[in-house]
Structure formats: structure tokens, C-alpha cells
């Protein structure tokens, strides 16, 4: 952001003294492209002022940049000419504690004359959040973090296994270390289902600010697997026939400091409004797939049976439900309840993602929707008529399909604006003809290493 408020300039000046006080000497200035790879430039902490002011240089290619960094070509988005500008927001300035010497800024992007750049994903969720609170709304959403580290296995035995924190339990601790030492609050932490696969969950925060940690925890989890001699993949897959990373996404909807998700008269305790939101979710999740599940690997990790939730339907605690409703502890439903996104996965922007979940629930709020009953199976052994009579359907199963879906939505386009809803759709579709012919093996190798 940059700051324009009359004590601006003490500001900087305080947190540049600060930061030298604990030996930054370099701040990493980043931003999420459009395939859900995380760019930066590096500033020297003694330009922090300057930075604020005037931003950083940075071409707007990048928003037509695919995972191999190779780049979309559509006219009038992307090109060789112009420039952006990328302004750091102070209030998520944070010291890396894995990574000494160095701080970390999210960056929004700017016009060279200073106006909002219609592609940056910050000024997206931003919007979204505005939207929500002119109908008195406001969200608290946070993201589970999957990971596999390689090259040797750390922590191999049972899933979720205590036997696993014989050897990995250090490098956890270092994990979360890092973590509370940035300020980010951890809930949880533990051995996933494959060998060397670990999850982190953190504490639920305004939209903005939770797209802003996912950034951070997954930097913070790469310094320190390569402080242990190891490399974290967030990626959808990491093995051919592997379960896959999800990124999970839990929302809740609040207005008055009441959640809305309980302490009314709808499905499992919801309020109207918070039944409409989810409906709204539940209705585009086609066409939200393409940016939640954004590159062809992603649809190599929707398999049925697998926790990935791959069917349209929600369910109370069903984990093969895409959209799952939490009640949390009986005590404690009011300050806890929440809905789960199990179908999405960290190749994704987080910005896209939040600020799309959003239009789509605010969409559902507008025409008062309501949800279909739940159901309380897997789908995948359920009787295909019975899906069929409930409008129960498999999500997406290709890049390619639920890129004609996201097509179709009037409500991601107006949520997005033209500019950023067409290079989303040129990004899509581009990384669908990439890898239109890889075999299935060749498409996890390639993209293992890139989130």
C-alpha cells in the first residue's frame, strides 16, 4: 500500500529501525501471477522509503506467465511494453525468522500514473470485502497447508502416524518456530497420509490476510526444509498415484460479531444468510474449479474416494462432500462453525481464490438461495440415480471443462472485471494445451517443483 497519512514518513522510518535493529538488510517484495507462482523482487531495506512512495518496477507479462514460465499470448494483455508498480503493504511487513537478513511484503500492483492496476488480485479481494460490507458482512477464512518434501523421505510409516515424529519431529518444530516467530497463528501441525507429507493449519483471519499468510507459511516451510537438507512441493500430486496436496480453504460468514453458519433456523443450525453464501459457493463450484484447481495436474488429484471432495454436494463432516459444513464442539458451535472448500489445491492463487468464493457467496446472498439437502455418503458408491434425482455431479474432471465453465460465469466476470477475468481464462486455457498430451507421470514430474 502507500502510505499517504500524515505521520507515513515516521512510520517507515519506525519499521525501518526495526528491521535493522534485527539485521534485515533486504525486503522480498512479492506478488501471485495468474498460474499460482509466487515472484519477487528484492529491495534493499534502506529504499524502504522509496519503495513505499514509488514502488518497484515489475513488467505486467507476468500476468500471462504460465508454471514453466513460458507465457500465454493474447492481444493487448501481457506484452513487452509498459511497466507496473509494485507498493509493499506495511501492515503485513514481517522479518523472516528462517531466513536471516531478509524481510517479506505482499506486494499490490499499480499503474505507473498510480492507479490501481485492474489485474492486481490484492485490490480483487479488497473489492469483494467491500462488497460484503456494505451488506453489513464480513468474512474469516484460513487455508490448510499440504506438503510432501523430498528428495529422501522424512517421516516414513503409518498416515498421521506418532511413529513419524521420531525424525521428523524436529524439522516440525522448526516449521512452527518460524511460524509464531512471523506472528502466524498455528492451530495445528502433523504427519499427513503419505510418507514425507506433513500439514499445517493456521488460524482463521479477514480474507485479505489469510491469502496473504498462505503466501508466507509456504516460503516459510521451503527456508526451513532447505535449512534440514530437504525441498517442499506444494504441488497437486508429487507421485503419479499419490493422494496429492489440497489447500483447503474453511470460511465463515459474520455480521454484528454473530457467525452466521450458526444460531438460526436453517440445514445444521445455519441463519438465511449463511445458507444463501454457501448456496452461492455450492452453485459456482464448476466454475471455481478452474481457479482452485488450476492447472491440469490438480484434476490428476480429483479422484473419488480420496478426501478430495470431487462431488457437488455439502455435507455435515463428509469428507467427500466438495463443500463441507464444520459444527465444532458442541460448546463452542457459535464461535466455530464454519464451511470447508475440499476440492482445491495450492497451485491456485489465494487471492483469486478468496476473492472468488466471495462473489460467489454475495451472489447467493443476492438471490436469496437456499441449499439442496444434504448428503451424508460418498457419492461415489451412492446409486447414480439417486445423485441424479438430488443434482448431485461430479465436478470437473479436465482443466479444459471447467475452463468453459468459468467462461459461462456473469458472476466471476463482473466480480473480476474484464481485464483480470480474460487473463485468467488466457492462463487456463493455455496450461490446458500444454500439457494436453502428457502423460500422466511426465505432467507431475513437470510440475512438482513449481509450487
Known sequence: MSVDTTDGAARVEREMALLSEAGVRLIAVSWVDNAGVSRVKGVPLGRLPQLVDRGVGMSPVFDMFLVDDSAACVSGHGGPVGDLLLKPDLSRLTRLAAQPGWAWAPANRYS??????????????????EAAAVLG??????????WNVGPRSLGGGPAYGLSRLSD???????????????????LQVHPEYEPGQ?????????????????????????????????????????????????????????RGGENLMQGGAGPRGMTAEGESFLAGILRALPALAAIGCPTPASYLRLAPSAWAGVYRCWGWENREAALR???????????????ELKCFDQAANPYLVVGSVIAAGLAGCDEALRLPEEFSHDPAHADPGELRRRGIERLPTSLEEAVRHLEDSAVLRKAMGDHLFETVLAVRGAESLLFADRPRAETVEATRWRY
Open 112 to 129: 505507473q500514473d498510480g492507479d490501481a492496476y485492474p489485474g492486481c488480485h490484492r485490490a480483487f479481494v479488497n473489492r469483494m470485502c
Open 198 to 254: 506433513y500439514e499445517v493449519s493456521t488460524a482463521a483471519e479477514s480474507p485479505l490476510a489469510a491469502a496473504d499468510t498462505a503466501v508466507l507459511v509456504r516460503h516459510t516451510v521451503r527456508t526451513v526444509s532447505h535449512a534440514h537438507g530437504l525441498k517442499a512441493s506444494f504441488a497437486p500430486l508429487t507421485t503419479p498415484f499419490g493422494v496429492g496436496n489440497g489447500g483447503h480453504v474453511h470460511l465463515s460468514l459474520w
Open 168 to 186: 521428523a519431529g524436529g524439522y516440525l518444530l522448526d516449521v512452527v518456530d518460524a511460524l509464531t516467530a512471523q506472528g502466524v497463528e498455528v
Open 325 to 339: 459444513f464444520v459444527t465444532g464442539p458442541a460448546n463452542a458451535a457459535s464461535a466455530c462453525a464454519n464451511a
Open 137 to 146: 458482512l464480513s468474512l474469516q477464512m484460513g487455508f490448510e497447508t499440504e
